[in-house]
């Protein structure tokens, strides 16, 4: 008989049975949604597809590497996103000599590394020197080395 066991309470073609159908139903996706939280949208997302290859700007030669080297490190200048011309960056600006081969970059005042040490403009020699120096291996240190010489002025306060 249906009523003897309570089985008539899960017949779903009673009031009884479809509430208690929609109950099952709620209790499960409660169940599966109470864990759940929606993710909070990224400040830098960048669809690369390639992993890469490298992340040192000396070694970079791709362009999966390149863009997230770009969004790590900064420069002395940087291209303009509308026009593509070379804007100040870590540099404040720079002077070019009359005969187009000396560039001089003065650097914004108060640079520092993460770690709270000052940048200077030897950290900028050095990283050019690194850059064509053979042992490093630069893949792009051909086209660098139309670079002569690097000179850092030595600072004010700088002991020999």
């Known amino acids: 008989m249906p009523g003897s066991n309570g089985a008539a309470a899960m017949d779903k073609g009673t009031p009884r049975g479809r509430r208690a159908a929609w109950l099952a139903v709620l209790a499960v996706l409660l169940a599966f949604g109470s864990g759940c939280e929606r993710e909070s949208k990224p ?55 009359p005969d187009g081969k000396t560039y001089t970059f003065h650097l914004r005042p108060n640079l520092r590394w993460s770690t709270g040490e000052p940048i200077n403009a ?31 002025p030595k600072p004010p306060n700088a002991r020999a």
């Open 43 to 97: 400040d830098l997302s960048i669809i690369n597809g390639a992993e890469p290859e490298a992340l040192d700007p000396a070694l970079v030669a791709a362009q999966p590497d390149t863009r997230i080297t770009l969004a790590l490190f900064a420069g002395l200048a940087r291209n303009d996103p509308v026009t593509g011309a070379a804007i100040p960056d870590l540099a404040s600006n720079w002077d070019i000599s």
């Open 122 to 152: 030897g950290d900028f020699v050095y990283s050019w020197r690194r850059a064509l120096d053979p042992a490093t291996a630069a893949s792009y240190a051909g086209p660098k080395s139309a670079v002569r010489s690097t000179v850092a």
